[in-house]
């Protein structure tokens, strides 16, 4: 069973600096409260890492993806 992440964007990213921006981007996040699904993998982790106090991260069962 793959393991999957459920990332919301919870804070602005104005005010903070590009990089976060760039990262939030990448993430798929564009506006406050906007959730997106993600694979739960290293590369994912460490994005969500650079703007943890920007966003909220919940663990997605298979059945709560659809």
Sequence with gaps: MET???IILRK???G?????????AGLGLRR???SVVRADTPNIRGMIRKV???V???H???EEKG
């Design 52 to 54: 943890v106090h920007l």
């Design 32 to 34: 406050i409260n906007q």
């Design 12 to 14: 602005s990213k104005i």
């Design 60 to 62: 997605v069962t298979s």
């Design 4 to 6: 999957t992440l459920r």
């Design 56 to 58: 909220e991260v919940q």
């Design 16 to 24: 903070h600096p590009a990089s976060q921006a760039r990262v939030l």
